[in-house]
């Protein structure tokens, strides 16, 4: 019931509603109408207690001074020289221009790795040998190579492994393990080379 009374009042709230909006602003500009903004109740509050408290200072307020104005207006600021122009020394572009390769796991490997830590490449090499012969390369000889915790290493050899990956051999060929993949690109740099089975 309520929406179909605002409905039919609508039209009449909004009639002639621009020719009421430029009187009212006319009337403000003209200053037959001076209606400050309304104030927080709070603000009222404060406002109330300080013109009872003392009503001079209010009054005050709404003076002007004139010798504060007289000292204004002596006030002047000359600048003297040339003024520099600052402008942000342009940044250099990059003059390397070779273009890199794609690192093997998407993202760049460390030249420098500090003790105690390893790169995923020669892990993926040392978990490999593990698996092959876990008697040679066993958990305290990893850690004695790689200067890796021992537990740490015994963590790694335990929950990762390397896939499987079985590719066809080609004719007259043996068949290939990752292990001589990671080899044949010279991955297992500063890794000793597992002994040879005999």
């Given amino acids: 019931m ?4 605002r409905y039919v009042a609508r039209p009449f709230r909004n009639w002639n509603i621009e020719n009421r909006a430029i009187k009212q602003v006319e009337k ?35 003076r002007q001074d004139s010798d504060l104005l007289e000292r204004l207006k002596q006030v002047k600021v000359e600048s003297t020289g040339e003024n520099p122009e600052l402008k942000a020394k342009p940044r250099p572009l990059p003059e390397n221009r070779t273009f890199v390769d794609d690192p093997e796991f998407g993202y760049l490997e460390p030249a420098i790795v500090p003790k105690g830590k390893t790169t995923i490449q020669k892990a993926l090499v040392f978990i ?8 040679t390369h066993t958990a305290s000889k990893i850690a004695e190579e790689q200067q890796l915790d021992i537990a740490e290493v015994e963590r790694v050899l335990k929950y990762f492994q390397t896939y499987h990956l079985f590719t066809p051999p080609a004719k007259g060929e043996p068949p290939q393990t990752i292990l001589d993949k990671i080899k044949r690109k010279g991955i297992s740099a500063g890794i000793k080379n597992p002994a040879p089975s005999s």
């Fill in 2 to 5: 309520g929406n179909t009374l």
């Fill in 128 to 135: 490999s040998q593990h698996q092959e012969d876990p008697e």
């Fill in 28 to 62: 403000t500009e003209k200053g037959t109408t001076k209606k400050p903004a309304p104030k927080h109740q709070t603000t009222e509050a404060l406002l109330k207690n300080l013109q009872s408290s003392s009503p001079e200072f209010l009054e005050e307020q709404m």
